[in-house]
């Protein structure tokens, strides 16, 4: 991703969402990343706590509780947050200016994925509103295209993603017409991120998968990036002829994309047994013999745990803890 | 459940891989529990740091680390571990032996989960075995009919319930028959232990789900238990029409039992929106606006989260702190 940037001359401003770890943000950093993406306010505190930033988080940020949060946070970070909603706006304006603080914003804009952001034809209207109130300073757009991110074929997801991208230069468009700044462009994952350096108005990528990957992104064509993460699991059980009954289950491994395969072995495959328990068909697996899962989900799977054991050259190197685990709020 | 063990006269082992939560764990005891299952060795060592027990491990232990784990566990705690695997026994017997110490052992019986567990005609000559060797004391079988547990319709959960019933019986006919104890049967789930009840050979049940249930379990026919377990979330963005966007996605809900619902709400219905976020179709929401989700599977959710907030007569009363999440090895 490092190299890609350089090539490309977009900046990558990572997720940290996939990796919940300070450690593996400073690694970022270091190779080039101008700041880091948080899915929620919780994992930028974590962040900023380890002295990671500037930071980006690409939720919506709504409800005194939070914004309470986020001015405490804007205080000791540097912090831009997504908005698509004026009065959402008003209420960040209340606060940072009651704060005596201003806070970097980026209109959020639907290209496709039907989430949260206003439609592009909107985008002009609340850029203005966020200009036109003390406590923000309007930065950009945000345009994430999470639903192409797992297009498998590349023809395809190139034919999808120009439809997000017009949807996006209209957002763009749409502000400039105002006069307004859009000094950042914000847009793009692991699947896409190729296709977006080919515009010259995207200025930042935000990839949060391609450190890890997984079985799933193993699919996606055209994707320059090996899985590096797994799950260490070890037989507990024999009984049931040729699937061995391993320790991973639901509660090690996320199920929201499929299941696992089991790394190096094409023969043997992985059969749910519930929350604590996998089976793994194909061969006979004795008790205490371990295997390695490459999941179906890096993002959901990470945080299922506690800690990264670092393997290289056949040792652990490292065991790094997974700090921001189940801050999801 | 109290009451339930108090009529029938069956000991409740509630599981401890539902809750996770030594604070749960010694409630349960202070109400009659005779002690505490656990699905890994991970969740033991955290109940016997907390001075729970005694703790029996539900899962098969097998390989060295995990032995060398369960001697040192062994030391400290009263633990008692099912075993399915004649040269698995052997090789608990050779490290509770050298340690000088006694463990107690299950036969683990397979009656139609088909997961762990030796078949009915198997388990006198491995309950053989395990009385023959030193550092291990036999003490009877776990025959868990995990598979039932969500079956809705009672007469049909009955029913296949008296298949597991009879292989329960014929595992322990086959033991008496060797002249080897049969000390305690254990079996059944908060889904069938009213009719493990009605059988005199079973001493205990295992039950797990009944303190929270979950809207999957909610379904299953003539349980007592009532809900107790919801995520909060809140709104944060409303630019999808009538679909609200919330900050719960498949990091705060498990998923592999369905979705949750929203709770005192049947007009609104939970729609997936990915990792971070949920949809919230139904109703017009405001951002920041909080609604309560009933999981779909409380074990899995559980697992997901760091603490547990305590609602009472509408106040926050207590936190208890989720000590075991994450401990699946």
Redesign the interface.
């Known amino acids: 991703m490092a190299a890609f940037s350089k090539r490309t001359g977009k900046k990558v401003r990572p997720h940290a969402?996939t990796h919940k770890s300070p450690v593996i943000a400073r690694m970022q950093l270091d190779r080039g990343a101008i700041g880091l993406c948080c899915?929620?306010l919780g994992e930028a505190e974590v962040l900023a706590d380890a002295g990671i930033g500037p930071l980006h988080i690409t939720?919506?940020?709504?409800?005194?509780p939070?914004i309470a949060r986020l001015v405490a946070l804007r205080r000791r970070a540097d912090v831009m947050v997504a908005v698509?909603?004026m009065?959402?706006a008003r209420?960040l304006s209340d606060a940072m200016r009651a704060a005596g603080l201003v806070l970097d914003v980026l209109v959020?804009v639907?290209v496709g994925q039907?989430?949260?952001?206003?439609?592009p034809e909107s985008a002009g209207e609340l850029a203005a509103c966020v200009a036109s109130l003390a406590g923000l300073r309007l930065k950009g757009i945000q345009a994430y295209e999470?639903h192409l991110q797992h297009v498998y074929k590349e023809a395809e997801r190139r034919a999808k993603w120009r439809d997000c991208a017009d949807r996006m230069l209209r957002a763009r468009e749409a502000i400039l017409q105002r006069q307004l700044p859009v000094e950042i462009v914000s847009t793009a994952g692991t699947g896409t991120c190729a296709f977006a350096a080919e515009l010259p108005e995207v200025t930042e990528v935000q990839a949060g998968s391609y450190p890890f990957m997984d079985c799933d992104y193993a699919k996606v064509e055209g994707l320059p990036y090996e899985t590096s993460l797994t799950v260490l699991a070890?037989?507990?059980?024999?009984?049931?002829g040729d699937t061995a009954?391993i320790?991973?289950g639901?509660?090690?491994l996320?199920?929201?994309s499929g299941l696992p395969v089991v790394k190096g072995r094409p023969d043997l495959q992985y059969a749910?047994?519930?929350?604590?328990?996998g089976?793994v068909k194909g061969a006979r697996l004795?008790?205490?013999?371990?295997i390695e899962l490459v999941p179906s989900?890096c993002?959901?799977t990470v945080?299922?745990?506690?800690q990264y054991v670092c393997v290289g050259r056949g040792t652990v190197e490292a065991v790094w803890p997974i700090i921001a685990?189940?801050r999801?709020?």
């Open positions: 969402k899915a929620k939720t919506e940020i709504a409800g005194q939070k698509d909603d009065e959402v209420a959020d639907n039907e989430r949260t952001g206003v439609a999470g070890s037989v507990v059980s024999r009984q049931r009954v320790d991973a639901w509660k090690a996320s199920t929201d749910p047994k519930g929350d604590e328990h089976g004795a008790p205490g013999e371990r989900h993002d959901t945080n299922l745990h506690e685990r189940g999801i709020q």
